[in-house]
């Protein structure tokens, strides 16, 4: 079983440029959740999808983040602009529904410079 | 608010000896809590997990013990081995809360041959 998929690996940026974060989950896994992880941090959830839908974005800064996810299946998330503060790792999740295990992807390092 | 806690930033261990992580959580709405473990570059890979109902979890080397009076919960790995050095996450969750996991900080295990 192919796991989560997440690109770029990498992305250095400078501050109030944009940048956009892709991730593939596993097939058949219709809950999706976006993490930030800040160094030093434990993962904060950004965002939870429940398909295509929307379950949680309490912790999603509203004003330069947003996120999507087409057909309830892949998820981009984008940050415009882009504040040194948003350096982190970005980690895309997956799990077959809201109250099995999540699978997590490799994650994207952003650094804002 | 750091509601899951994870005191220790470090610990090393010897080789064959018993590693034994902790995590604290201060929300009584938590019911399922989870360990995942992390490697350099790679995003966190689920290890073992319990139900608020009972109070210990084994899947072999692992075992996790949960202390609900105290809020407290811990990893045993016996015998540790080189290759489980990594950071582990404790996390837990509420059920009306969906699948959204709630981090501690991390402690890096050192396992030392």
């Known amino acids: 079983e192919a796991g989560v998929a997440q690109s770029p690996r990498y992305k250095i940026i400078e501050k109030r440029q944009s940048v956009a974060f892709w991730c593939n989950p596993i097939s058949g896994h219709a809950t999706l959740y976006w993490y930030q992880q800040i160094l030093g941090q434990g993962p904060k959830l950004l965002i939870q999808f429940q398909n295509n839908g929307v379950v949680d974005d309490s912790q999603l800064p509203k004003d330069r983040f947003s996120a999507e996810r087409l057909k309830g299946v892949d998820s981009t998330l984008k940050i415009q602009p882009a504040k040194l503060e948003d350096s982190a790792v970005y980690l895309c999740?997956?799990?077959?529904?809201?109250?099995?295990?999540?699978?997590f992807g490799q994650g994207t390092r952003l650094t804002v410079v | 608010d750091q509601q899951v806690k994870q005191n220790s930033p470090s610990l090393s261990v010897q080789e064959g000896r018993i590693s034994i992580l902790n995590c604290d959580y201060t929300n009584s709405m938590f019911d399922y809590f989870l360990w995942y473990k992390k490697y350099p570059a790679e995003g966190p890979t689920f290890l073992i997990s319990?139900?608020?109902?009972?109070d210990k979890n084994e899947d072999g080397r692992f075992t996790v013990f949960l202390n609900k009076s105290a809020k407290h919960l811990s990893l045993h790995i016996v015998p540790s081995q080189p290759g489980d050095s990594a950071v582990y996450f404790c996390a837990a969750r509420s059920y009306n809360q969906g699948g959204k996991l709630i981090f501690g900080q991390g402690t890096e295990l050192s396992v030392k041959p």
């Open positions: 319990i139900s608020s109902i009972k």
């Open positions: 999740a997956s799990s077959r529904d809201a109250n099995t295990e999540a699978f």
